[in-house]
């Protein structure tokens, strides 16, 4: 197992607060409630390193941990769901929701920032979708943001209560590191 450092550095409201000390960053993104905050804890081995709830909206800034000295896991608040008291949308983070709105997905593939999409919970089946494996929503998803980009984004199943794709994580931020 490779050792892990990993320290919550600052929580910032605007996008000018973040850490601008050059350092790759990795940026969980995506509805409240999907499990973010859960798998930055599992990729890092720390169980509550970054806070999460059964309710959706719990993180609420942009929260930046570093990993062992060298790169930064970005925690963000979730959006999408209406009921939580502050979100996405309501935070006020300008320049995230133009990057991030699930609208403009074209503005990663326009501007060459990586993406990979992160299928969570895959220890879970829901009977709402279909009762789909994970694995089957894959295609569905690549279908919708196919025309946004030249090549489909890589994909990674993970889950934050088996660690399921932990490893992979790992290796994929590496690979994405050395470039
Ligand atoms: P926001 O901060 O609101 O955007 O939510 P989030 O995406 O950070 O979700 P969070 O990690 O707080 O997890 C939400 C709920 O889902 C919690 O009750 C977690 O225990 C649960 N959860 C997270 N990951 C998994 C997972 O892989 N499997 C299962 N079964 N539950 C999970
Ligand atoms: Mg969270």
């Not at 320290?7 to 409240?32: M, N, Q, Y």
């Not at 569905?140 to 946004?148: M, N, Y």
Request: with cysteine; glycine share 6%.
């Amino acid at each position: 197992h490779r050792f892990f450092q990993a320290e919550f550095i600052k929580s910032s409201v605007r996008t000018e607060d973040c850490p601008s000390d050059g350092l790759p960053e990795f940026a969980l993104v995506g509805r409240s409630n999907v499990g973010k905050s859960s798998l930055l804890n599992s990729i890092v081995r720390r169980n509550k390193l970054a806070l999460t709830s059964k309710k959706p909206g719990k993180t609420q800034c942009i929260n930046h941990f570093k990993v062992n000295d060298s790169w930064y896991l970005v925690d963000l608040p979730g959006f999408g769901y209406a009921s939580a008291p502050r979100n996405f949308e309501q935070i006020g983070i300008s320049l995230l929701k133009t990057i991030f709105s699930i609208a403009q997905p074209c503005w990663l593939g326009q501007n060459q920032v990586p993406m990979t999409l992160i299928f969570t919970k895959c220890d879970k089946r829901k009977k709402k979708n279909g009762g789909k494996r994970p694995e089957e929503n894959v295609n569905d998803f690549q279908e919708l943001i196919r025309d946004f980009f030249e090549t489909a984004p890589p994909w990674i199943m993970t889950s934050g209560v088996t660690n399921q794709g932990r490893d992979e994580m790992l290796l994929h931020i590496a690979q994405l590191r050395n470039y």
